[in-house]
DNA sequence: CGATTGGTTGACCGAGATCAATGGACGTGG
DNA sequence: CCACGTCCATTGATCTCGGTCAACCAATCG
């Protein structure tokens, strides 16, 4: 029995099988998708553009539809933390704050979807299915988020890395064997609490290991098994 | 203009002063207090017991009446984390996962306040005031959460025992000026991401430094602004 | 009163941070 | 097309914060 759709994700022997519980955070289906749908405007943004500024007011909420998105905290000293990435058809924004404490950022040129709260809220109201599907997405971001603390507080840096590969090769298409990297590996190392140079090491040591092999904008999983017992991650 | 309740907690200057916004994860306010009252029973727990084991099915949600609960992650060759300390008022267990990814214990003796869940879904259900008070309680936990992994990536030692300090401070009732901590050493070190040793000598600094005098099972805080600039907290 | 549990402190070590240099990919303008 | 500048990845050398191992003490509880 999996524990949470997080554990599955990294228990996934290989690519392009369909995972047993959708990844949360995915955008609804079905017939919810459709009165979504109409209720969104789609926007194409600019790489490294701000979709909102931490402390902004928070009026909308979005669904990526091309690209990759980056929620960012930052201290006044410069020290940055990306608290999640968003990927084609993830939701972010649907916090009900009234004031975004983090940032959302675009990796690269992306296209969002956004959404009015007002209308957001109207629909939760009126369709009990969407209500119930925003619940269970918020809750299954905060077990993600649970499981990113253990990483954060207790993992080494070998296994944040490796954990970040399985994790990005379980969400990727990966038609062809290599797994994509939008971001550069600053904004990988601020995802997992490593300097850049930290996190460049232990990518070439998998590679040097032959668990790996870098490209140009993403890298390609040798050794499957090298990787997840390197990730040291929990199976129940 | 606050950011959200989590940086207001830590910009209150003084032990005493009512927050602006109510913590998130407490219990609902009011008439939906009633309302939920009627459908849980308290049950009495001792110390170190375990309310519900990690890889458990979830079948209940709780309140905490009396003492401390820790949400606990391990990891199988030993590495703990805490994901939470929650006290009276606060709730836990609402998450939608069927089966639950943290441990539940008690910290000290504690009464607790069960609910099943199918209880929760049909008030939900019937009481649109508590469906949106459990949406926002969600929404709260999540910020929190973001703002603790900034904490485990981006801190040092120092700054997040003050963090800690503070954040207590600001739960507990503190009639006496002294602030109780239920919870040992090791415990402080798990939810902060640091080793038992390191927690006790950043505690033991700020004593040296007069910021703080620790006691029995707690501390008082004699010097706040010490504590605020060593936290490095973000105020907006 | 000994046994157990938790807190404190010291000595030393190592994983990861920091500082620095180099090189490649890419874009722009002449 | 080439020269130059910018951004990013990589690698090396060194340093440091926090981890590790260990001793000791105080409080609590049979």
Redo the contacts between chains.
């Keep these: ?7 599955e994700s990294f228990a996934r022997p290989q690519i392009g099988g369909a995972p047993a519980i959708p990844r949360t955070g995915s955008s609804p289906a079905g017939g919810v998708t459709l009165a979504l749908q109409r209720l969104g405007t789609v926007i194409s943004m600019d790489r490294n553009a701000e979709i909102w500024a ?2 902004n007011r928070a009026h909308s909420s979005y669904i990526v539809v091309a690209g990759c998105v980056r ?1 960012v ?1 930052v ?3 410069g ?3 990306i ?1 999640e990435f968003l990927f084609e058809g993830e939701c972010f924004g ?4 009234a ?4 940032a959302a950022e675009a990796v690269e040129d992306v296209r969002v979807q956004r959404f009015r709260r007002s209308d957001i809220d109207d629909l939760a ?1 009126s369709d ?1 299915r969407f ?1 119930r599907w ?3 997405m ?6 993600l ?6 990483t ?4 080494t840096a070998h296994e944040r890395i490796a954990e970040f590969l399985l994790d990005m090769a379980d969400r990727a298409d990966c038609t062809n064997g290599i797994v994509p990297l939008a971001m550069p590996r600053g904004d990988i190392g ?1 995802y ?2 490593l300097r850049l140079e930290t996190a460049c090491r232990a990518l070439t040591l998998l590679e040097r290991q032959r668990a790996i092999r870098l490209e140009r904008n993403g890298f390609a999983i040798l050794d499957w098994h090298a990787l997840t017992s390197r990730a ?1 991650m ?1 199976m ?1």
Tied chains: 1, 2.
């Design positions: 029995m999996m524990q949470s759709s997080t554990q931490q402390g929620m905290k201290l006044e000293d020290r940055r933390h608290t649907f916090e009900t704050p004031v975004h404490d983090c109201d009990p209500a925003r619940l269970e918020m809750s299954g971001k905060l077990c988020a649970q499981e990113r603390m253990l954060l507080g207790r993992r601020d997992l609490g040291n929990v129940h």
